[in-house]
């Protein structure tokens, strides 16, 4: 499909610190009406508030309720005192807050995680309506825009996936014709199922979102904006001498979400990788200082490109004698996890156990563990079920890995006075795993960073 415009259109998306105030507000806004491409911008919650919220529907006591809302009304208050015009949007956000209020002493009742999802788009909610209203007063010709009306999800709550074939055609339909007039202003992050209720796509998730409108709108690149100036070779809070990559392929990329690099929510290069559209990651706060360019053919691929780190790893090891000769004990162990809709990250295996390592973190809203007594239960009629937690995951992420003899001497040599819980090398050419106990995570990456970037 081809958009109207003769440029192709932009989305833009900016995260929780590129809307964090007033002033953070309006350099976003610079941005988005520095380039006449961008006609779709989604937002996520200003920063901090996503996470109050959860608190929140946690069901806290009143004090610790009082507390959190003050916060948040604090937060949109101080944007609402900049703008010229604040009386409508006073009463909209005072509304809102006044649901926030109201579900979170639902909360206190019971909680759900449907009821988390519908208390935590309000962050979403909130921000886009400020960033609306701080653009109408800047007299551009803007729209808002409920995403909710378009991005369709399954309803599970809390890490809810996306009917592509749905939001393609509401997009279509809803969305698009509203494009050539207006710049919309929409929420990252959130969705409605079948029945209306809301969803959340899992901590991180306004990327994801961005990435998918842009693919529905057949855009011609997605902006991401946050509070770096691109990818770095590794996390530059971990390890601030990271160098930064300009241009990266969208394989690498995407190994670099999967295995955790905070910079892009894991999903989304899926719909820029399927159609094959250029991602761009820069910093709201320093626009002119570049980013990097995630497309199809990004250079000549280096043998180590980054490291990325996963905290909140449970290692599983299931022993049983019966493994020995036997057949389609693997294929148990799986149907097991799947009908408790868990991946199953890495995997190694002896002749009489398995470990395997899942995904604990940033997975759902809530982070709750994925590791439930009935998972357990049923585990143990097949074996003697073992968990360690607070693991950490620390990937090499790189080109044709499998193949080179520097693995040996810059990976393996600089990992001597560490502790290695389980190596996943050989199955993959772009990546090598290493589980580490959570407390040495930050100096494997520190030492593996100067062998490897240094
Ligand atoms: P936003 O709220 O804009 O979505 P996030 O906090 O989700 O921002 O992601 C940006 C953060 O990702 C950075 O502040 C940085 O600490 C972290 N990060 C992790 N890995 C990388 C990496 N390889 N390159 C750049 N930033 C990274
Ligand atoms: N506000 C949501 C979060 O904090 C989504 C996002 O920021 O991408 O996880
Ligand atoms: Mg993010």
């Not at 010709?141 to 996936?161: H, I, K, L, P």
């Not at 079948?194 to 902006?223: H, M, P, Q």
């Not at 809530?366 to 590791?371: K, M, N, P």
Request: proline share 3%; charged share 20%; hydrophobic share 45%.
């Amino acid at each position: 499909m081809s958009n109207n415009s003769s440029i192709p259109l932009r989305v833009a998306k900016f995260g929780g610190t590129s809307v964090a105030d007033f002033d953070a507000m309006n350099r976003s806004a610079d941005i988005v009406l520095a380039s006449p491409a961008v006609r779709v911008v989604v937002l996520s919650a200003s920063a901090g508030v996503t996470n109050m919220l959860i608190t929140l529907s946690e069901g806290n006591a009143a004090e610790q309720r009082t507390h959190y809302l003050y916060e948040i009304r604090r937060i949109q208050y101080s944007i609402i005192d900049r703008l010229s015009e604040k009386t409508l949007i006073r009463t909209e956000i005072d509304q809102m807050i006044d649901s926030i209020a109201m579900l979170s002493e639902e909360a206190g009742l019971a909680t759900s995680l449907a009821l988390t999802d519908e208390l935590v788009s309000y962050g979403e909610l909130m921000s886009t309506r400020l960033f609306f209203a701080l653009l109408q007063q800047r007299h551009v010709a803007v729209a808002w825009f409920d995403v909710r009306q378009v991005m369709r999800t399954n309803a599970q709550f809390g890490r809810a996936e996306p009917d592509n074939h749905i939001l393609k055609v509401k997009t279509r339909r809803l969305l698009l014709p509203r494009l050539a007039s207006e710049l919309v202003i929409t929420q990252g992050f959130i969705g409605s199922e079948r029945r209306g209720r809301t969803t959340t796509l899992g901590r991180g998730g306004s990327d994801y979102t961005a990435a998918l409108l842009g693919e529905a709108l057949n855009a011609g690149r997605i902006d991401i904006w946050t509070d770096v100036p691109g990818i770095y070779t590794t996390d530059p809070r971990v390890v601030p001498q990271a160098k930064r990559i300009t241009e990266i392929s969208f394989e690498e990329a995407a190994e670099m979400a999967t295995f955790g690099a905070k910079i892009l929510h894991p999903a989304t290069l899926l719909p820029a990788v399927r159609s094959e559209i250029p991602v761009f990651v820069g910093s709201s706060k320093e626009p002119s200082a570049g980013g990097t360019l995630v497309y199809h053919d990004a250079g000549h691929p280096p043998i180590f490109r980054a490291l990325a780190l996963r905290r909140r790893q449970t290692l599983l090891t299931l022993h049983s004698l019966n493994m020995i000769y036997a057949r389609g004990f693997l294929a148990e162990v799986f149907n097991i996890m799947a009908r408790h809709a868990i991946s199953v990250d890495l995997i190694s295996t002896s002749e009489v156990s398995i470990a395997l390592t899942i995904d604990t973190t940033g997975s759902t809203t809530t982070g709750a563990s994925l590791i439930t007594h009935t998972l357990l239960a049923e585990l143990t009629t097949l074996c003697r079920v073992e968990v360690e937690e607070g693991l950490a995951l620390v990937a090499v992420i790189g080109n044709q890995l499998s193949q080179g003899g520097r693995v040996g001497k810059e990976v393996f040599s600089v990992l001597e006075p560490f502790n290695i819980r389980l190596i996943c090398y050989g199955a993959s050419s772009h990546n090598l795993c290493l589980l580490v106990p959570g407390s040495d995570a930050e100096k494997v990456v520190r030492a593996l960073h100067s062998s490897l970037f240094g």
